[in-house]
Nanobody, 118 residues
Framework: QVQLVESGGGLVQAGGSLTLSCAASVSIFGYSSTNAMGWYRQDPGKQRELVAAITSGVSTNYADSVKGRFTLSRDNAKNTVYLQMNTLKPEDTAVYYC?????????WGQGTQVTVST
């Protein structure tokens, strides 16, 4: 079982920045090219959507809506990924969920609220 611990959400004004962290209880990267970690977000009444994800091969995918504003990075030694969010917009408001894929199994964090005020 993989545990994902998230931190860093909160309230910020439009144009501001936040950094989300997600620490996995086990090593995710380095064993399979398909292993990955990343972030999804969900607004009430909407589907959960990919924000950014990074694979063992250091391939990173971003949603078009966040390209150029968000940066996903990882620290292999700490089994942690970081989502640096800059130039935040009110439409970025959502619950952000950490996600890990490890040997075909999917794991989710508990979610952290990000609220961007106008």
């Amino acid at each position: 079982q993989v545990q994902l611990v998230e931190s860093g959400g909160g309230l910020v004004q439009a144009g501001g920045s936040l950094t989300l962290s997600c620490a996995a209880s086990v090593s995710i990267f380095g064993y399979s090219s398909t292993n990955a970690m990343g972030w999804y977000r969900q607004d009430p009444g909407k589907q959960r959507e990919l924000v950014a994800a990074i694979t063992s091969g250091v391939s990173t995918n971003y949603a078009d809506s966040v390209k150029g504003r968000f940066t996903l990075s990882r620290d292999n030694a700490k089994n942690t990924v970081y989502l640096q969010m800059n130039t935040l917009k009110p439409e970025d408001t959502a619950v952000y969920y950490c996600n890990a894929r490890r040997f075909g199994f999917i794991y989710w964090g508990q979610g952290t609220q990000v609220t961007v005020s106008t």
